[in-house]
């Protein structure tokens, strides 16, 4: 992985950073390579004297201790480079996993102007709204996307979970399977099977979806917890 070509500013994409994440929670040495880039971009934003190149590095770096985990110091990175459409995005990435929903569903919004069908945010805003607490305006959203994407893994996972959070349990599962025969590997959707296994006492098929789950990276750290237990 070249992390220089990837994470060029001008041609810098959700897609690159989701790939580079997956890139580095499996391999030593690109997560070496990882570290060094974050080290040197605080070198370089500490020397820099233009405003605008000053900017893309501290967008990268946001974007790079977003990527590993630091969310609060991720944060206040890129707050400086919201007013970007990606720094927007990972600035609401940031704030929904901080728990700060009504600041990550501004930001969702914001990184959704210049493009409002981009599915991707799409799905982030009704995953916040949810973890909001707006369940029937989440799944009143995700439902309009039937038609167009119902044969994308993200959207029936999505609407598993609104189904979810409504009581709707048998349903959820539905879609929850139905987005592992599109893609088996999707781990948040193997996670939710397992779980609901797991509450209904099928403790075999539970175990199977959970070490399902800690084979793929970057390693979901709840299967780790509830295969334990």
Request: with cysteine; hydrophobic share 35%; glycine share 6%.
């Amino acid at each position: 992985v070249d992390l220089d070509t990837l994470m060029e500013v001008e041609t810098l994409s959700r897609e690159a950073v989701t790939h580079i994440r997956e890139q580095v929670f499996s391999s030593k040495e690109i997560r070496e390579k990882l570290d060094a880039k974050i080290a040197s971009l605080r070198i370089g934003i500490k020397k820099v004297h233009d405003a605008n190149e000053a900017k893309d590095l501290t967008l990268l770096l946001g974007i790079l201790e977003w990527m590993l985990g630091n969310v609060r110091e991720a944060s206040e990175f890129l707050k400086e480079v919201k007013s970007r459409k990606i720094g927007a995005y990972y600035l609401g990435k940031c704030y929904q996993e901080l728990g700060d929903y009504d600041h990550a569903l501004e930001c969702f919004g914001r990184a959704q102007k210049t493009d409002t069908e981009e599915f991707d945010i799409c799905m982030d805003i009704v995953e916040t709204k949810r973890l909001n607490g707006n369940n029937e305006d989440a799944l009143k959203t995700i439902k309009s996307f039937s038609q167009s994407h119902g044969n994308n893994p993200e959207f029936h996972y999505q609407l598993g979970c609104c189904l979810d959070a409504v009581g709707e349990y048998d349903e959820a599962l539905n879609h929850y399977e139905q987005s592992i025969r599109i893609d088996p590997n999707h781990a948040k959707s193997l996670f939710r099977i397992a779980f609901h296994y797991d509450l209904n006492g099928e403790d075999e098929k539970a175990i199977e979806c959970y070490e399902q789950c800690i084979d793929l990276y970057p390693s979901y750290k709840n299967a780790f917890i509830n295969l334990g237990i």
